[in-house]
């Protein structure tokens, strides 16, 4: 079988992982490409693993006529370019999440996608390809918990890591908590409940670290969603949680309830001293949800050489960043926000 060849671009925290398993760990593909505005990184991995070529600018990489797909893992804010340049010079493309900062890029980016049609268009909601999260949408489909009522979601980043945000809060500026953090919660709200938003309010604030007020951004926060079936959402989100990384989600029904990572356990282990009975918790999203971003990326590769589309489309990735953007205006304008609102269009 002809492998698929794939060229990266950003080698960050998510992008290194996303590479090392398209080089090492993932069937019929191969890593033929790095790229990323810092050099040294760029040589570091392409020594390191031995790719081919390699890249300190973007349109460059497009030209090589030996990759078959893209793999963009650069900050949000130039994923709705680089995904359009990418489907525009005739490549299969898989985009990190969000598709988009605001929902006016984003809907120019479904365009791209509709025109290009013969290529696979995938989005890293990771999530849906999780073990736990993918059984517990198989539970609700097959009605275990009669109608989903209410979604409960906790997205907490470690505490250890929010110097490091700070520091680079302004130059790879993510959308704002909710844009950056939620946006898997809610894109599995849709999910699991089938339905859209209808109306957001959103409230946050820096109330351990002040500094996030100066960025108009939130250290901790949480938004409350009305969906057009009556569903209601609560979506809490922060940068502080002093025990690790804290993804957890509760699916309330009319005849039961479903939840996942209610303890954010890293393994089986208890450890009993002095200090009582204690249990290791994650410490960052590559460790929770390894398997996940393996599946992923197995699946888009799956997709590309069965000449068929992820489940995951580029409408979810519309639809997701409508809400997350709307949570963000509710926040900053402090008004509840409907989501038929034709200002939510423009930036
Ligand atoms: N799915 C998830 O669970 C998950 C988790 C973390 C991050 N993400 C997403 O992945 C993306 C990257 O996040 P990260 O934490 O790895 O970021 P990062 O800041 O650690 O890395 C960004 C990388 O992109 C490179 N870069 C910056 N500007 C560029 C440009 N114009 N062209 C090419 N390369 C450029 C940087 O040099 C760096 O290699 C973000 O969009 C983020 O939202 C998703």
């Given at each position: 079988?002809?492998?698929?060849?794939?060229?990266?671009?950003?080698?960050?925290?998510?992008?290194?992982?996303?590479?090392?398993?398209?080089?090492?760990?993932?069937?019929?593909?191969?890593?033929?490409?790095?790229?990323?505005?810092?050099?040294?990184?760029?040589?570091?991995?392409?020594?390191?693993?031995?790719?081919?070529?390699?890249?300190?600018?973007?349109?460059?990489?497009?030209?090589?006529?030996?990759?078959?797909?893209?793999?963009?893992?650069?900050?949000?804010?130039?994923?709705?370019?680089?995904?359009?340049?990418?489907?525009?010079?005739?490549?299969?493309?898989?985009?990190?999440?969000?598709?988009?900062?605001?929902?006016?890029?984003?809907?120019?980016?479904?365009?791209?996608?509709?025109?290009?049609?013969?290529?696979?268009?995938?989005?890293?909601?990771?999530?849906?390809?999780d073990k736990s999260y993918a059984a517990a949408k198989q539970k609700i489909?097959n009605?275990d918990?009669?109608?989903?009522?209410?979604?409960?979601?906790?997205?907490?980043?470690?505490?250890?890591?929010?110097?490091?945000?700070?520091?680079?809060?302004?130059?790879?500026?993510?959308?704002?908590?909710?844009?950056?953090?939620?946006?898997?919660?809610?894109?599995?709200?849709?999910?699991?409940?089938?339905?859209?938003?209808?109306?957001?309010?959103?409230?946050?604030?820096?109330?351990?670290?002040?500094?996030?007020?100066?960025?108009?951004?939130?250290?901790?926060?949480?938004?409350?969603?009305?969906?057009?079936?009556?569903?209601?959402?609560?979506?809490?989100?922060?940068?502080?949680?002093?025990?690790?990384?804290?993804?957890?989600?509760?699916?309330?029904?009319?005849?039961?309830?479903i939840?996942i990572?209610?303890?954010?356990?890293?393994?089986?282990?208890?450890?009993?001293?002095?200090?009582?009975?204690?249990?290791?918790?994650?410490?960052?999203?590559?460790?929770?949800?390894?398997?996940?971003?393996?599946?992923?990326?197995?699946?888009?590769?799956?997709?590309?050489?069965?000449?068929?589309?992820?489940?995951?489309?580029?409408?979810?990735?519309?639809?997701?960043?409508?809400?997350?953007?709307?949570?963000?205006?509710?926040?900053?304008?402090?008004?509840?926000?409907?989501?038929?609102?034709?200002?939510?269009?423009?930036?």
């Amino acid at each position: 079988m002809k492998k698929v060849k794939v060229g990266i671009v950003g080698l960050g925290r998510l992008g290194c992982q996303h590479a090392e398993n398209i080089a090492f760990r993932i069937p019929n593909c191969e890593l033929t490409a790095v790229c990323s505005v810092v050099e040294d990184e760029v040589k570091e991995v392409q020594e390191k693993w031995g790719i081919p070529y390699s890249y300190t600018n973007y349109d460059e990489m497009l030209k090589n006529k030996e990759l078959d797909a893209i793999f963009i893992a650069s900050p949000s804010g130039f994923h709705c370019e680089q995904i359009t340049k990418a489907l525009q010079a005739g490549f299969h493309v898989f985009s990190e999440k969000p598709l988009g900062l605001y929902l006016e890029e984003a809907l120019e980016v479904q365009k791209v996608v509709d025109a290009h049609l013969d290529k696979v268009f995938m989005l890293g909601f990771m999530r849906r390809y999780d073990k736990s999260y993918a059984a517990a949408k198989q539970k609700i489909d097959n009605g275990d918990i009669g109608d989903p009522i209410l979604i409960r979601c906790y997205g907490l980043d470690p505490a250890s890591q929010m110097d490091n945000f700070l520091k680079f809060a302004k130059a790879n500026y993510s959308g704002g908590l909710f844009l950056d953090m939620s946006i898997h919660d809610l894109d599995l709200a849709r999910w699991y409940m089938a339905t859209e938003a209808q109306e957001v309010w959103a409230i946050g604030g820096g109330y351990a670290r002040p500094e996030f007020e100066e960025i108009q951004d939130a250290e901790t926060g949480v938004a409350m969603v009305r969906f057009e079936n009556n569903a209601i959402g609560i979506f809490v989100a922060g940068r502080n949680c002093a025990h690790g990384y804290h993804i957890e989600t509760e699916i309330i029904g009319t005849k039961g309830s479903i939840r996942i990572g209610t303890l954010p356990e890293r393994n089986q282990i208890v450890l009993l001293q002095e200090n009582g009975a204690v249990k290791e918790c994650y410490d960052g999203f590559l460790e929770r949800f390894e398997q996940a971003y393996l599946s992923e990326v197995e699946e888009f590769i799956n997709c590309i050489l069965e000449k068929r589309k992820p489940a995951v489309t580029v409408q979810d990735g519309v639809e997701s960043t409508k809400l997350g953007y709307a949570c963000k205006k509710s926040f900053e304008t402090r008004q509840l926000v409907n989501l038929q609102d034709e200002q939510l269009v423009t930036n």
